[in-house]
């Protein structure tokens, strides 16, 4: 029971040492198993990931990294028994709420630290965190990999039909009910809903050749879309309106650095809702080479497809051929994707 909630907790009993293992040690006993082969990838991914955090942490190879805490045998039993249940229950996406971390400090085989600990902070890059001010680790790195490894978006629980909710405990006793909850449904409606952060600033005096320039550069840094607008400005001087829609997650980076590359001296900014069809890229063969196209759809029905652009203009430069041959050959084989 954890402050009135019943929840079921998972233990495991172990014999003999605490061992100090390396990743290799770690992903042997995984290869060993008789899991089925996507358990095992998942596992060993998030466990590379750890590893690759660990080091760049402490400065050393990643062949040198000992997992000390996540070495032992029921941290290892955590990670796989968490790709072995999503692979069981045939979970298609997992969303999550923000990220409670805890803080003051934890002791580590490191000697004491921070909370969030060096390595679930960086693990957690991206990531939208928060703390509710209780004195604890509440989250650790291993449980911040297999977040991060399977969490398809953080934020707002998305629209769902719920079907079953579980309730899994923790060992410490806590100010708040110290309970993972985790509810299983199916997605409603046949189209995504996500929140994202419409930033806009009015520019009147920057060199307009740089607007280039700063669009690839917020593209790069995780903005969904970006475009610019004339406008005509207080005393009637002309100017361009920058308007960026990004995911809150990244609304300072991308405040920042419109802030750093133009002259503007604030930003507006608001919350909004889209929703958005399921996308994927796939590889379709023409006359001229494989070229990817983006598929969109929706409900599981194809809506649209489109050439990418980048393939179509490298085919053209390599073999010397007009684009707009490479783009048209390439729309007609992608057509073939389309619904009859």
């Not at 032992?72 to 692979?87: H, P």
């Not at 009910?177 to 520019?203: A, F, K, M, P």
């Not at 475009?227 to 809150?248: C, D, N």
């Amino acid at each position: 029971m954890k402050n009135g909630i019943s929840g079921t907790q998972f233990t495991v009993g172990t014999t003999g040492h605490h061992h100090h293992r390396g990743l290799s040690d770690i992903l042997a006993i995984i290869q060993k198993s008789s899991l089925k082969n996507s358990v095992k990838q998942s596992a060993s991914d998030i466990f590379r990931k750890i590893a690759t955090i660990e080091a760049d942490i402490h400065g050393i190879d990643i062949e040198s990294v000992h997992f000390h805490e996540i070495g032992a045998v029921d941290s290892i039993i955590d990670v796989v028994g968490a790709c072995a249940a999503l692979d069981l229950m045939g979970v298609e996406a997992v969303y999550a709420s923000r990220i409670n971390v805890g803080e003051g400090f934890v002791q580590t085989a490191h000697g004491l630290l921070p909370v969030p600990a060096p390595a679930t902070a960086a693990i957690l890059a991206g990531v939208p965190v928060y703390s509710s001010g209780i004195e604890a680790e509440l989250a650790t790195p291993t449980g911040a990999a297999i977040l991060t490894h399977f969490t398809k978006e953080f934020g707002r629980m998305p629209g769902m039909k719920l079907q079953k909710t579980g309730y899994g405990a923790g060992m410490k006793d806590l100010p708040v009910s110290n309970l993972l909850r985790v509810h299983i449904g199916e997605l409603t409606g046949d189209t995504q809903s996500e929140t994202v952060v419409s930033l806009e600033t009015n520019i009147d005096d920057m060199n307009p050749e740089f607007f280039q320039h700063i669009l690839d550069r917020l593209l790069e840094s995780g903005a969904l879309d970006v475009f610019t607008a004339p406008v005509i400005m207080k005393k009637s001087r002309p100017g361009v309106l920058l308007t960026v829609i990004t995911r809150e997650e990244t609304k300072d980076d991308i405040a920042r650095i419109i802030f750093e590359e133009t002259t503007t001296a604030g930003i507006r900014y608001s919350m909004m809702e889209r929703v958005v069809l399921d996308r994927e890229m796939r590889n379709i063969t023409t006359k001229y080479g494989d070229i990817g196209v983006k598929v969109l759809s929706r409900g599981g029905r194809v809506v649209t497809v489109s050439p990418e652009y980048e393939d179509c203009r490298s085919i053209a430069q390599s073999l010397g051929v007009p684009l707009k041959q490479v783009y048209d050959e390439a729309r007609k084989k992608s057509s073939e994707l389309l619904p009859e």
